[in-house]
């Protein structure tokens, strides 16, 4: 039998020492009685079968290793992808519109509290209506369906909603949102919420100058002041149905610019035509590759004739 070499001594200390950790297994396993192969004490049957004076035997403890690899003493190794990926499905996550700054990959479940800012008409078959979503860092759409069609209206822009349960996907490399059957649509009704004080104070932002508003980002809210030159509406084919398109012209020093809302007849701003208007919190859109305002529904948008600035455009149209 060749001479066995100590681990440090060998000239190949790793398989020495793996071997040295199977013979004390090996003889770990050939100390250990009978009735702890088996399972069972055999100290219990002796107190038994002696009497309560009886002194149970001791068994010697198999010897402790160091060296003892891929047995049960191993710890598990950390969790990895698949850990990840099973949590993702049943512990969901918050975030914000700005869907870019997720780190969720997709088909994770998240929850989503934002302002309504646009709800979009009702379609049919299915039932389904799209809506837009806001918050400080930007915004997002997603198509509600069934029952939480009606949730959604004119009345609800402004308002506080929690989605829960929906689900992060991609759509031609992009982040969306999309409903599952567990989802839920809820209105907070808290005008100390965070999101409430955050809708109100758009309000008091300083106006931009329209050509500024012209290089705004889609679906930004905005405030924008200037003089109301011309106010006009056209018969527009929407689906199979004919909608009214109200614009407002705005012009100041710096250029033009329109708002324009499908849910406001024009008569309701015939009245400021040739004057300075302050319009706060415009959505800013693009049509046919120009960039217009749209006016928000219920509430959301607000017209004011006495300003900062309101002189100074009045002197600029009658030059």
Same mark, same amino acid.
């Given at each position: 039998m060749p001479k066995r070499y100590r681990p440090l001594q060998s000239p190949n200390p790793i398989r020495d020492q793996l071997i040295d950790a199977e013979d004390e297994l090996k003889r770990a396993a050939v100390n250990l009685p009978r009735d702890k192969l088996l399972g069972t004490d055999s100290s219990q049957e002796a107190t038994h079968a002696s009497g309560s004076d009886a002194v149970a035997p001791r068994t010697p403890s198999p010897p402790r290793s160091s060296a003892i690899i891929g047995t049960d003493a191993t710890l598990p190794v950390s969790p990895g992808r698949n850990r990840a990926a099973f949590m993702a499905q049943h512990s969901p996550s918050r975030l914000t519109c700005n869907l870019d700054l997720s780190r969720c990959t997709v088909g994770t479940k998240v929850t989503l509290t934002a302002v309504v800012i646009a709800a979009f008409p009702a379609a049919t078959n299915p039932e389904r209506r799209y809506v837009q979503l806001a918050d400080c860092t930007g915004s997002v759409g997603i198509t509600v369906w069934n029952g939480n069609v009606a949730k959604f209206n004119?009345?609800?822009?402004?308002?506080?909603?929690?989605?829960?349960? +929906?689900?992060?996907? &991609?759509?031609? =490399?992009? %982040? #969306?949102?999309?409903?599952?059957?567990? @989802?839920?649509? *809820?209105? $907070?009704?808290?005008?100390n919420n965070p999101l409430q004080v955050w809708w109100q104070s758009l309000a008091s932002l300083s106006p931009r100058r329209l050509a500024d508003a012209a290089d705004t980002e889609d679906n930004s809210i905005i405030n924008v002041s200037g003089v109301l030159g011309l106010v006009t509406s056209e018969q527009k084919n929407v689906g199979s149905t004919m909608r009214t398109l109200t614009t407002l012209h705005l012009t100041d020093p710096s250029g033009q610019f329109n708002i324009r809302s499908w849910n406001h007849e024009a008569d309701a701003f015939l009245v400021y035509?040739?004057?300075?208007?302050?319009?706060?919190? +415009?959505?800013?859109? &693009?049509?046919? =590759?120009? %960039? #217009?305002?749209?006016?928000?529904?219920? @509430?959301?948008? *607000?017209? $004011?004739?006495?300003?900062?600035?309101?002189?100074t455009l009045v002197k600029y149209w009658a030059e």
């Open positions: 004119r009345d609800s822009i402004g308002r506080v909603v929690v989605c829960g349960k +929906v689900v992060l996907g &991609s759509h031609q =490399g992009k %982040k #969306v949102l999309t409903m599952t059957r567990e @989802s839920v649509m *809820e209105f $907070v009704n808290d005008d035509v040739d004057r300075p208007i302050l319009i706060k919190r +415009v959505r800013v859109a &693009s049509f046919s =590759g120009t %960039k #217009v305002g749209e006016l928000l529904d219920n @509430s959301g948008s *607000e017209i $004011v004739t006495d300003f900062a600035g309101s002189q």
